[in-house]
């Protein structure tokens, strides 16, 4: 990715948003909010029209994106918890229907904390789904395939947590639980905080905000319980920072992410110097749930084995434009 980041960086988002918005009107302000072109006259001749549609942004395409991140934590914790996923009435929708590959219940121990924890987020994770097709309806996507197996195991082997030939299983016990789980959960923070600037409607976006809220309340469980964890097992901070390590080198290998310790000293909130949460772009949490690490303008991958989909259809890099 170093070396030719502007360049790639600018197609991938540009296909992401072109295939996220319902109208090539929405495509135009799509794209200026994001700032791809700079100014709302550069977006405008970018995809042609005029400068003066380049103003808000639609807010389904917004909110289609996040469905498409709910639907793989929903599944994740859901199957932690119950050992199956969402049911077929969660699942309606347009785009190309997928199923969900590996997953199984963890083996709780008996009166387990965490289980109580993984139980209650993934309540969260289910009505976030919800909260999200409702508001959607109609132009609500379906679900993508889903690959829990190869996806780990992949992550795993790319950090270094296992060897190129070994396998990682997030569901094989509660240690392996929180590290899966925190493979996700500062991500889907910093993908709400990157989104917030480009949501027009004052209710979506309050919305928003508090999913955003219950998303941090859950990194932050998340990255508690691994320090906790962590305590009793000084090689697990070891494992944490190659996960930590391994999002950096994914998303644009700017150095934003944070492991739960520095030094000797808790980082149980990921933050910069003004001790504000960091943000991600569409195309930067892309590459973490494609696991991509050579070609930022990749359309399917890692999590997503077929792509996102986005209004009926997953992001075709050959088509970007920018």
């Given at each position: 990715?170093?070396?030719?980041?502007?360049?790639?960086?600018?197609?991938?988002?540009?296909d992401a948003v072109r295939r996220s918005a319902t109208t090539e009107v929405d495509r135009r302000k799509l794209f200026a909010m994001v700032g791809l072109a700079g100014a709302g006259a550069a977006a405008a001749t970018m995809v042609g029209g005029s400068a003066a549609d380049a103003a808000t942004v639609d807010d389904g395409a917004i909110l289609n994106f996040a469905l498409n991140l709910e639907y793989l934590e929903a599944e994740f914790y859901l199957h932690a918890v119950n050992g199956k996923g969402l049911a077929k009435a969660d699942l309606a929708g347009v785009g190309k229907f997928g199923g969900v590959i590996g997953g199984?219940?963890?083996?709780?121990?008996?009166?387990?904390?965490?289980?109580?924890f993984a139980h209650e987020i993934?309540?969260?994770?289910?009505?976030?789904?919800?909260?999200?097709?409702?508001?959607?309806a109609s132009a609500a996507v379906t679900r993508p395939t889903i690959n829990f197996t190869d996806a780990f195991t992949g992550a795993a082997r790319a950090a270094g947590v296992v060897g190129p030939t070994g396998t990682f299983d997030p569901f094989a016990n509660e240690t392996n639980f929180l590290l899966g789980a925190f493979l996700f959960e500062d991500v889907g923070v910093t993908a709400y905080k990157g989104a917030a600037p480009l949501i027009?409607?004052?209710?979506?976006l309050e919305a928003a905000a508090g999913i955003l809220a219950v998303e941090a309340y859950h990194a932050g469980q998340i990255r508690s319980s691994l320090f906790r964890a962590a305590e009793?097992?000084?090689?697990?901070?070891?494992?944490?920072?190659?996960?930590?390590?391994?999002?950096?080198?994914?998303?644009?290998?700017?150095?934003?992410?944070?492991?739960?310790?520095?030094?000797?000293?808790?980082?149980?909130q990921p933050t910069d110097k003004d001790s504000i949460a960091f943000s991600r772009t569409p195309g930067a949490v892309l590459n973490i749930v494609y696991l991509n690490t050579t070609k930022p303008s990749v359309s399917k991958g890692g999590f997503f084995p077929n792509g996102v989909n986005v209004n009926g259809d997953g992001f075709v890099a050959s088509d970007a434009k920018a």
């Open positions: 990715m170093a070396g030719e980041p502007v360049l790639y960086e600018k197609k991938f988002i540009a199984h219940r963890v083996p709780w121990k008996k009166g387990s904390t965490i289980y109580r993934a309540h969260d994770e289910h009505q976030h789904v919800n909260f999200l097709r409702t508001n959607l027009s409607n004052k209710g979506y009793d097992n000084d090689g697990l901070f070891d494992v944490v920072k190659k996960l930590s390590d391994a999002r950096d080198l994914l998303d644009d290998n700017t150095a934003n992410d944070q492991s739960i310790r520095i030094g000797k000293a808790t980082n149980i």
